[in-house]
C-alpha cells in the first residue's frame, strides 16, 4: 500500500494508514478510475446547491488520494443517497456507495468532522434500534435533540402530532433484541481493518 | 393472496395512516398482510451512512425471518425500508465479500429465497380489481404521483418499471378514476432524513416539488413513503411561508387514494391525521366526516 | 534415404550470441539423412543463398532445413532460392532459432541444446514432405460494391478508372447515403451535396459501372476470384426503361402526408416518391405501405382504389404489378460499404444490448432532435428551407443546446466506443446556427473534444471563437419540457457550478452504429464482426481494408465510426487491393491447405460443420455406368484457409493438411 500521497504535497510525515483510495477500493469493490469526471451525478443531484464540494469533485479527489481535503469536506455528509447519480453513471459507477465508504471512515478516524447535527441525528437512530430493535420515534427526537443542541425546533409540533395519534409515547422493545445487539456487536468487529 | 408484511418503524406511529389505509385496502383486494414476526428496523439512512454491513445485516434479518415463516414475498410499503431491503437481498446476490459477511454474523442458514415488493409493486399487480371495485366516482381528481427517490431505483436493485419514466402508479391511479398528471419532478428527493438534521434542504427541495405539482394543474400529490409525506405534509407549512404555489396541497397515501375509491371510510383510512387538511378534496366527494378534523398548524 | 542439408544461421549476433550455431551445424549433421550441414553468418544475404545453392545441386539434396530467424521473416526467400537451384520450393523449412530460441533465453548451453531440439524437429518433419505447387485459380475480373453512400461511390468510381467493371448495388432508392441528407460539411463547410451530386452522375454515366438501386444482396457462392452473387431488384413499380423522371406522378399523388425518410421524419412526402431532386436514379418508387392502390388489394378491395400516377404519366410508365427480380453476377472481389445508421434517441431500440435516455425523455418531447435532423433543418433543400425552425411550433430558437456523447462513450446505455464525428460536427452546427440566426445562443455540452484531423482543431476553435458557442464540459442530468422550453439539467465540471437552461432547442449528437440486418450480410459473406456490428479488418493496424475471407474488402464506417475523407481514402485502399487482385488473369495460392483423400473419407462431414470459411464442398463420387458409390468432402482451393480444423476433426483421418499432415507431425514430435 502506498504512503497517503498527501503526505508528499504538504511536506508533514506520512501517517500510519493505507492510502484512502485502496481503503474505499476494498470497502466497495468499486474503482474510481471508471469515473471520467463527465459531471452528469453532480448535474442531477439535489444537493449540489448546497454542496461546497459537488459529487463528481468528491470522486476527483479520491482518484488523487487527498485524504484532508476529502473527509474534511462537508458535502461528504450531505448525500441524500437518492441513487440518481447511481442510476445515470455512464460507467455504472456508484457514488452514492463510494459516499457511504468516506462517511464510514471519516468516523472512524476523523470523528471531529462529522457535522454535529447529522452525527447527533444518526447516533441517536442507531441507538434507538439498538435499544429497542425498532425506532421509537419520540425518543429519537429527543435523544436527537439533546446530542444536537437544537433543543427548541419543531417543539410546536408536539401537541399537534400527539394529537393525531401519531406519537407513540411507550417503546415496545422486540422480542429478539438480543440478536439485535449481538448484530451491531459482530459488525463492529468485522468492520474494514485500516 | 398472502404476502409478508413490513411495516417498517414510521408505519406505526407518524405514518399511522399509511399502515391504516393498507390494511383497509388489502382486506378490500383480498390480499392477506402477514406481518414479519419480531422485525427489526431496516437501519434506514443512518446505517448505510456508518456502516456498510450493518446496513445489509440488519435488512438481511428481517427477511430470514420471513424464510423462516415460508413466506416468498415481503411487502415494505415504506420506499426507504423496500429500497433497504431490496439492496440487502442484491448484495448478498452479488457481493460475495458482504455475504459471507452478514451469514457468518446471522449464523448462516439463509438461503435469499425472499422476494421484496413495493406498494407501487403490489398495487399494479390489482389494477384490475381496483377498477372494478372502485364506487365512488375520483373522476375529475387531478393526481400528481410522486415516486420520490427510491421507490424504482437504482433499476438494478428494484427491477420494476421504468427507473427515469416510470408508470406504475399513474396505473394505479388511473384504475381509481383519478386523472394522473404529467409532470416533471415525480422521481427528485424531497430531502429525505434530513428533516430533522437539515430542515432547510427540506424545505427547499419539498417547495420545488410543491411548485411542479401545482404547474402541471395537479390538486392532490400521491405519495408512497412515510417520508416522503412528512417532508411535504409536515413540513408543508414552512415551505407555503416561502411562496411560489398558492394554497395547500393535500398529501395523500396512495393506500389513501386507492381506499377512497373502493368507498372506505376516510376515519378509517386516517384522513384526518394530516397536517394538510383533506377536506378540500373529501368535500369533491361528499365523504362523511365522523370526527372534527384536528386543529392544523396553517 | 532422404539427403537433406542443413543450414544453420548466425544472423550477425542475433542467434551466435546465444546459442552455439557451428555445435548446432555439427550436431545436426550427425542426424540419419542430414548428408550435408553447416553454419554461416548471413544466410538470407546474396552468398548465404548462394550456399545453399550450391549444396542443392552439388549433393542432390532433396531436402533443405535453414535454422535462422522465423519464417514470417525468410521463408518466401529460402523457398525461392531452392526453386532457383531446382529443389521444389516446399521441400524447404526453417526452423526458428530467433524469436524462439536465441532472443528469448540467456543460457547459451541450454539454448544451444533447445536449437539442436527445434533443428531436429524440423529435419524428422521435413522427410514427410511432398512436394507440392502452387494452385492457380482464373479470376473473373469485375467487382461487386455494396452500398451506394460516398465510400461506395469512391469504390466503384476508382475501379471503374483502373478499367474493369464494376456492380454497385444500393437498397435505398437512391445512391447518396447519409452524405446527401448533409447539409454541409466540415472542416471547410463545403455543401455537401454540391460536392457529392457530380459523383452520384459520375456513376450513372460511367460505362463500367453498372448501377443497381433499389436492390439487395440475396446469396453470395463462391470464393476470391469466383464468386456469384444473386442480387434482388426490388420493385418500384414503375418501370425504370420508360421513366423520364418528370416528376408528374409525384406532383399529382394524393397521399401527401408521409413523414419523409431522407427528411428524418421532419418533412413529408408522397406514396410515389423520389427521396430527393437529385436521386440518382431520379425514378420514383411506390411505398406499398402507404398507397392507397397497395392498401385496397391488401384488404381485398376489388376496384382499383386509386392511379393517379398511372393516370398522369406520360410514359404510361406505371406499372402496379411489377414483382421483383433476380439477377445474378459473376464476380472476383466484393467491396462492403454499407456504411452507418444514428442511436435511436427513442425508447425502442434494435438491439437488447442498448437503453436508451429516459432521462432526457426517450424522444418524446418534440425540440428534441438529433444530428441529422438538425442537418435536414440547416439544408437548403430541406423540409423548413435551410431556416433553423423549432419542429413543434416552427418559430426560430434562439438558444439551442448540444449535448456530445449521446450514446457513445456510456457503457451504461450499451455502447462504450467514440463515434469520432460528433465534437466536429456539433462545433459545425454551432457555426450554422450562428451564420443563420446571427444572435442565437448555441451552448455544447461536452466530455471532451476530439477534433485530430487535418485542419480539425482550427475548425473547432473557429466556432469557440468567431461563433462564439458556449462549450461547458459536463454532461446533462436530465431535461424535460417547461412550457414552452425544454429545462436543462448540467454542470460545467472546470467551475464545478450545476448549469440549468432553458433551451429552445436540444440536438442529441447520437453514437454511429452499423446498419441494421448487417449481420446478415456478414454471415452471407462470411465476414465477422464485433458485438456492435461493425465488420472486422483482417487486422488493424496493417490490414485496414481486408477481411479475413479473402476477395472480401471492407470501406468506410461500416467497419468503424469514421468521417468522410477517411472514407472516401479507404474506399480508394479498396480499389487498390481490388486492382491489384485483377492485375493478373490467375490468382496464386500457396498449396499448404487442407486436401480429403477420397478412398477413405465417409462422407460424415463434420470437416464441413467445422470449417470457419465454408471450404468443404460435397462431392459425389461415380462408378464407370454412373451410379453413385459415395458423396465425399472436398476441400476448395479458392476458398481454404489451411487452418486446420478439419484434420483436427475427421475421425477417418482423410483431412490433411498439406504441410502439416499427422505423419509429418508425429515426426516432428517423436524427434524430441
Request: proline content about 5%; some cysteine; aromatic content about 6%.
Amino acid at each position: 500500500m502506498s504512503a497517503d500521497s498527501s503526505a508528499t504535497q504538504t511536506g508533514r510525515p506520512a501517517v500510519p494508514f493505507a492510502s484512502l483510495l485502496s481503503q474505499v477500493r476494498n470497502a466497495t469493490g468499486l474503482d474510481p478510475a471508471r469515473c471520467y469526471q463527465c459531471g452528469k451525478c453532480s448535474a442531477g443531484c439535489p444537493m449540489a446547491a448546497e454542496m461546497d464540494v459537488k459529487t463528481h469533485e468528491i470522486i476527483r479527489l479520491l482518484q488523487l488520494d487527498l485524504r484532508d481535503r476529502l473527509l474534511a469536506a462537508e458535502s461528504i455528509w450531505m448525500c441524500l443517497t437518492c441513487e440518481t447519480c447511481t442510476t445515470r453513471c455512464p460507467n455504472g459507477f456508484d457514488p452514492a456507495v463510494v459516499i457511504d465508504a468516506l462517511r464510514e471512515i471519516t468516523l472512524r478516524e476523523r470523528p471531529d468532522r462529522v457535522p454535529r447535527n447529522i452525527g447527533a441525528f444518526h447516533s441517536a437512530f442507531l441507538r434507538q434500534i439498538r435499544t429497542h430493535g425498532r425506532v421509537f420515534e419520540f425518543g429519537l427526537v429527543a435523544s436527537y435533540k439533546l446530542r444536537s443542541g437544537a433543543l427548541l425546533a419543531d417543539v410546536g409540533a408536539m401537541p399537534a402530532m400527539l394529537a393525531r395519534g401519531k406519537l407513540a409515547l411507550v417503546p415496545r422493545r422486540i422480542e429478539g433484541i438480543g440478536e439485535v445487539r449481538r448484530i451491531f456487536d459482530e459488525c463492529a468487529k468485522r468492520e474494514e481493518p485500516r | 393472496m398472502k404476502i409478508g408484511y413490513f411495516p417498517g418503524c414510521s408505519l406505526h406511529a407518524t405514518a399511522r395512516e399509511f399502515d391504516e389505509s393498507l390494511r383497509a385496502v388489502a382486506a378490500v383486494l383480498d390480499i392477506d398482510l402477514e406481518e414479519v414476526q419480531d422485525w427489526a428496523c431496516c437501519g434506514a439512512s443512518s446505517a448505510h451512512a456508518t456502516s456498510h454491513v450493518l446496513s445489509v445485516a440488519l435488512p438481511t434479518r428481517t427477511l430470514a425471518l420471513a424464510e423462516k415463516q415460508n413466506l416468498d414475498r415481503v411487502l415494505a410499503p415504506c420506499a426507504a425500508c423496500y429500497n433497504r431491503l431490496a439492496t440487502a437481498r442484491y448484495a448478498l446476490n452479488h457481493d460475495k465479500k458482504t455475504a459471507s459477511q452478514v451469514q457468518s454474523i446471522l449464523g448462516g442458514g439463509f438461503n435469499n429465497s425472499v422476494g421484496v415488493v413495493s406498494i407501487a409493486q403490489l398495487l399494479s399487480e390489482a389494477t384490475t380489481e381496483i377498477r372494478q371495485k372502485a364506487k365512488v366516482p375520483l373522476s375529475g381528481w387531478k393526481v400528481a404521483c410522486y415516486y420520490g427517490c427510491l421507490l424504482v431505483r437504482p433499476p438494478e436493485v428494484c427491477g420494476f418499471d421504468d427507473a427515469e419514466v416510470p408508470s406504475s402508479l399513474e396505473s394505479i391511479v388511473s384504475a381509481t378514476g383519478a386523472t394522473p398528471v404529467k409532470w416533471d419532478m415525480s422521481l427528485e428527493c424531497c430531502g429525505g432524513g434530513f428533516s430533522l438534521s437539515r430542515t432547510a434542504s427540506v424545505v427547499r427541495l419539498g417547495r420545488l416539488i410543491l411548485q411542479s405539482a401545482r404547474n402541471a394543474g395537479a390538486q392532490v400529490i400521491v405519495v408512497a413513503c412515510p417520508m416522503c409525506h412528512s417532508n411535504l405534509d409536515f413540513r408543508q407549512k414552512a415551505m407555503l411561508e416561502r411562496g411560489g404555489f398558492g394554497d395547500a396541497m393535500p398529501i395523500l397515501f396512495l393506500s389513501q387514494l386507492v381506499g377512497l375509491s373502493v368507498g372506505l371510510d376516510p376515519i378509517r383510512l386516517g384522513l384526518h391525521r394530516h397536517f394538510v387538511s383533506t377536506q378540500p378534496l373529501l368535500d369533491r366527494i361528499g365523504a362523511a366526516k365522523s370526527q372534527p378534523e384536528h386543529r392544523e398548524q396553517a | 534415404m532422404s539427403r537433406i542439408g542443413v543450414f544453420i544461421c548466425h544472423c550477425g549476433e542475433n542467434i551466435d550470441r546465444t546459442v552455439d550455431c557451428s555445435r548446432v551445424a555439427q550436431t545436426l549433421g550427425e542426424l540419419p539423412g542430414v548428408v550435408h550441414s553447416v553454419d554461416y553468418k548471413y544466410m538470407c544475404s546474396d552468398p548465404g543463398q548462394a550456399l545453399i545453392k550450391q549444396a542443392i545441386q552439388e549433393k542432390g539434396l532433396d531436402g533443405v532445413v535453414v535454422g535462422a530467424c522465423s519464417p514470417h521473416m525468410h521463408e518466401k526467400t529460402f523457398r525461392k532460392a531452392a526453386a532457383g537451384a531446382g529443389l521444389n520450393p516446399f521441400l524447404c523449412e526453417m526452423a526458428n532459432l530467433r524469436e524462439h530460441c536465441s532472443w528469448i533465453h540467456e543460457d547459451r548451453e541450454r539454448a544451444t541444446r533447445k536449437a539442436v531440439d527445434l533443428g531436429r524437429f524440423i529435419v524428422e518433419k521435413i522427410k514427410f514432405n511432398r512436394p507440392l505447387s502452387t494452385i492457380f485459380i482464373p479470376v473473373e475480373r469485375r467487382a461487386l460494391v455494396i452500398g451506394g453512400g460516398i465510400a461506395g461511390i469512391q469504390a466503384a468510381l476508382d475501379i471503374a478508372d483502373g478499367g474493369r467493371e464494376v456492380i454497385l448495388v444500393e437498397k435505398e432508392p437512391s445512391i447518396g447515403g447519409h452524405m446527401s441528407q448533409l447539409s454541409e460539411t466540415f472542416p471547410t463547410l463545403d455543401c455537401s451535396q454540391c460536392i457529392l451530386t457530380p459523383r452520384m452522375v459520375e456513376v450513372a454515366q460511367n460505362p463500367r459501372i453498372k448501377l443497381l438501386a433499389y436492390s439487395e444482396v440475396e446469396s453470395v457462392e463462391g470464393y476470391i476470384g469466383n464468386f456469384q452473387v444473386k442480387i434482388r431488384r426490388k420493385a418500384r413499380y414503375v418501370d425504370e426503361t420508360k421513366c423520364n423522371g418528370c416528376g408528374e406522378c409525384q406532383t399529382n399523388c394524393p397521399n401527401k402526408k408521409i413523414p419523409g425518410e431522407f427528411d428524418q421524419g421532419l418533412g413529408m412526402r408522397t406514396a410515389i416518391y423520389v427521396p430527393f431532386p437529385q436521386a440518382v436514379p431520379n425514378i420514383p418508387v411506390i411505398d406499398r405501405a402507404n398507397c392507397a392502390l397497395f392498401r385496397g388489394r391488401a384488404k381485398g378491395v376489388k376496384k382499383v382504389v386509386c392511379n393517379k400516377c398511372a393516370e398522369v404519366c406520360g410514359r404510361k410508365a406505371i406499372d402496379f404489378d411489377q414483382q421483383d427480380t433476380f439477377v445474378t453476377e459473376n464476380v472476383g472481389a466484393i467491396v462492403v460499404a454499407t456504411g452507418y445508421q444514428l442511436y435511436s434517441i427513442g425508447k425502442k431500440q434494435d438491439s437488447e444490448m442498448l437503453r436508451g435516455y429516459g432521462e432526457y425523455g426517450y424522444g418524446a418531447i418534440p425540440d428534441v432532435i438529433d444530428g441529422l435532423q438538425f442537418e435536414r433543418l440547416a439544408s437548403a433543400s430541406g423540409p423548413t428551407g435551410g431556416k433553423i425552425l423549432r419542429p413543434s411550433d416552427h418559430k426560430e430558437p434562439r438558444t439551442i443546446v448540444f449535448l456530445q456523447c449521446i450514446g457513445s462513450r456510456d457503457p451504461a446505455k450499451g455502447i462504450e466506443y467514440c463515434s469520432k464525428i460528433c465534437c466536429m460536427y456539433v462545433a459545425k452546427h454551432t457555426m450554422l446556427f450562428h451564420h443563420k440566426v446571427h444572435d442565437g445562443k448555441a451552448i455544447v455540452f461536452y466530455m471532451d473534444i476530439r477534433a485530430g484531423g487535418k485542419g480539425y482543431d482550427e475548425f473547432v476553435r473557429r466556432a469557440i471563437e468567431e461563433s462564439h458557442a458556449l462549450y461547458l464540459r459536463g454532461r446533462v442530468s436530465r431535461m424535460y419540457r417547461n412550457g414552452d422550453t425544454i429545462r436543462v439539467h448540467g454542470v460545467d465540471t472546470l467551475s464545478g457550478e450545476p448549469v440549468v437552461i432553458d433551451a429552445d432547442m436540444v440536438v442529441l449528437a447520437t453514437a454511429m452504429r452499423a446498419q441494421p440486418g448487417i449481420a446478415a450480410l456478414a454471415q452471407k459473406l462470411s465476414v465477422s464482426y464485433d458485438q456492435h456490428g461493425f465488420l472486422n479488418e483482417a487486422h488493424p493496424k496493417l490490414r485496414p481494408v481486408e477481411t479475413n475471407t479473402a476477395g472480401v474488402f471492407v470501406a468506410g464506417a461500416c467497419q468503424a465510426p469514421r468521417d468522410i475523407p477517411d472514407s472516401v481514402a479507404m474506399a480508394s485502399a479498396t480499389a487498390s487491393k481490388v486492382l491489384g487482385l485483377f492485375s493478373k488473369e490467375l490468382l496464386e495460392r500457396e498449396p499448404l491447405i487442407a486436401r480429403v483423400d477420397r478412398l477413405t473419407c465417409t462422407g460424415c462431414f463434420h470437416c464441413e460443420r467445422v470449417c470457419p470459411y465454408g471450404a468443404v464442398e460435397r462431392l459425389p463420387l461415380k462408378d464407370g455406368k454412373g451410379r453413385l458409390i459415395k458423396i465425399v468432402a472436398e476441400v476448395n482451393q479458392g476458398v481454404c484457409q489451411g487452418c486446420g480444423t478439419c484434420q483436427a476433426t475427421c475421425p477417418s483421418k482423410s483431412a490433411e493438411l498439406e504441410g502439416f499432415t499427422d505423419e509429418q507431425i508425429y515426426a516432428a514430435v517423436n524427434a524430441l
